[in-house]
C-alpha cells in the first residue's frame, strides 16, 4: 500500500527533540550537550530527515545553554529566589518547593514547545522528548500532547542499576555490611550509612514516571557499564525494553572552545600520561558538599595512596577548600580540578 501524501512528508520531516535538563548544573550540562551534539549530527547529515533540537529550561539555565541550540526560556517563580538545586539550603522543605516550582515554570513550556513543531492527526513534525530522569512529570506531558519520550540518566548505570536493586531486594534486616542484592552482576559490598534512604523513599515515584518512556539512556560508555546496563533492562521489573549508553555526553572544555578543538585538553594531556586503568577518579558532585576537616582526611588519603588521582573540588564546599587543593596539590601524583570537569561523566 502507498503512502499518502501528508504521510510521506511526515516521515520525511526532520525529528525535532525536545531535551529537558534538570535545574542543577551538573545535570543540566550533559542534557545540553546532547541537545547540541543531537542537532551537529542531523546538519551534518545530507539527507532530507536530518535532527534537530531544542531546550526547555529556565532563563538562568538558558544563559549556559550552546549557542547552537533553541532555548524555550520559562519564569522560575521559586520562594527564596533559588534557581539552582545544587544551591538551596539545607531545609527540609526547600527540595520540595524547588520541584514543585520547576514543574510549574517548565510542564507548561514543555507543551508549548511541542505544539509548536508537532500537531496530532499526523500533521506538523516527528517529536520525540528527553527529560532528565528527576522530571518525573515530563513523561505524562509528552503522553498528553502525543509524542515519546526518553527518560535520561546523568549518572551511569551502574549507580543507577544499584540503587533500583537496593529499593526492589533489600532484606529488611541485614547487618551493618551487605551485598547489593538481586543478582547484581558483580559483587559489592556497602555499609548502612552508605545507603541514601532518602533518596530510595523517592525513588518509586522516579521509577513509575520511567516505565511511561520508550526507552532509558546513560551518560556512560559500554567499557563501563556494559554489564549494569543489561542488568538494568533484563532484571529491574518495570524498565523500559530499549536501555542505551551514549556517553560521555560532556561540554567541551574553555580551552577547546578558546581554540576551536585544536588544543588537546590539559586533563587529557595528563592522562595521556598513565597507565590504563591506574588512576583513582574523586567527585562526590555538585550537590555534596565537604566540609574543610572532610577535604583534608581525603587530601591526605590521596596523597598517601600513592596512586595518581583525578579530584574534582566543588566550589562551593563548607569552608574554603583551600588547604585541602593545597595538600593535593603538594603531591606529585595527582590533579585537582575545581568545579564540574568537563572531561569525564
Known amino acids: 500500500m502507498s503512502q499518502s501524501e501528508p504521510e510521506r512528508s511526515h516521515a520525511d520531516s526532520p525529528l525535532h527533540l525536545v531535551f529537558v535538563p534538570f535545574l542543577e548544573r551538573s545535570h543540566f550540562a550533559p542534557l545540553a550537550a546532547k541537545a547540541a551534539s543531537s542537532a551537529a549530527a542531523g546538519a551534518e547529515h545530507e539527507v532530507a530527515a536530518t535532527t534537530t533540537a531544542a531546550i526547555v529550561t529556565t532563563a538562568h539555565f ?13 519564569p522560575l517563580r521559586c520562594p527564596g529566589g533559588y534557581e539552582d538545586f545544587s544551591l538551596l539550603p539545607d531545609d527540609a522543605s526547600a527540595a520540595p518547593t524547588f ?9 507548561p513550556a514543555l507543551t508549548a514547545a511541542i505544539r509548536a513543531h508537532h500537531h496530532g492527526g499526523g500533521g506538523g513534525r ?6 532528565d530522569a528527576v522530571l518525573y512529570w515530563a513523561p505524562r506531558v509528552a503522553r498528553d500532547c502525543g509524542v ?45 550509612a552508605q545507603v541514601n534512604e532518602e533518596a530510595l523513599a523517592h525513588l518509586p515515584l522516579f521509577r513509575a514516571a520511567e516505565a511511561q518512556s520508550c526507552a532509558v539512556v546513560f551518560n556512560s560508555v559500554a567499557a563501563l557499564d556494559a554489564d549494569f546496563a543489561a542488568y538494568y533492562r533484563s532484571q529491574l521489573p518495570g524498565t523500559p525494553k530499549e536501555v542505551f549508553l551514549v556517553g560521555p555526553t560532556v561540554s567541551p572544555s574553555p580551552l577547546a572552545v578558546a581554540s ?7 586533563i587529557l594531556q595528563w592522562l595521556d600520561g598513565r597507565d590504563e586503568g591506574s588512576v583513582v577518579y574523586v567527585c562526590f558532585g555538585s550537590t555534596c558538599s565537604l566540609g574543610e576537616t572532610q577535604l583534608r582526611e581525603l587530601a591526605t588519603g590521596l596523597r598517601a595512596s600513592g ?39
Open 62 to 74: 538558558a544563559a549556559l545553554a550552546p549557542a547552537s541550540v533553541p532555548v524555550h526560556a520559562a
Open 307 to 345: 596512586r595518581p588521582f583525578v579530584w574534582v573540588v566543588s566550589t562551593t564546599p563548607r569552608g574554603d577548600g583551600g588547604c585541602a587543593e593545597r595538600e593535593a596539590r603538594a603531591s606529585s601524583n595527582g590533579m585537582v580540578v575545581a568545579g564540574r570537569l568537563h572531561v569525564l561523566p
Open 99 to 107: 520541584f514543585a516550582a520547576a514543574e510549574a515554570a517548565l510542564a
Open 126 to 131: 516527528p517529536v520525540a522528548v528527553v527529560s
Open 148 to 192: 515519546p519520550h526518553v527518560t535520561f540518566h546523568t549518572i551511569g548505570a551502574f549507580a543507577a542499576a544499584a540503587m533500583v536493586a537496593l529499593h526492589l531486594y533489600r532484606p529488611e534486616v541485614h547487618t551493618d555490611r551487605f551485598a547489593v542484592p538481586g543478582g547484581f552482576p558483580r559483587p559489592v559490598t556497602i555499609h548502612r
Open 260 to 266: 576551536g578543538g585544536t588544543e588537546r585538553d590539559p
